[in-house]
């Protein structure tokens, strides 16, 4: 069986690796909202 301290230890690392991810992806969707990115990257493509 499996110790009850390693198992909390584990589940700490995983919800801190979700809360970091949960932030990054915010923040990014927050740049594209306010225009920071842009999806076409200003590029012309040309279509023959």
Known sequence: MADRSALQFVGFIFATVTLA?????????????????ALDGGRTVIVR
């Open 21 to 37: 991810v949960m932030l990054a992806t915010g923040m990014v969707v927050k740049g594209y909202a306010d225009g920071a990115y």
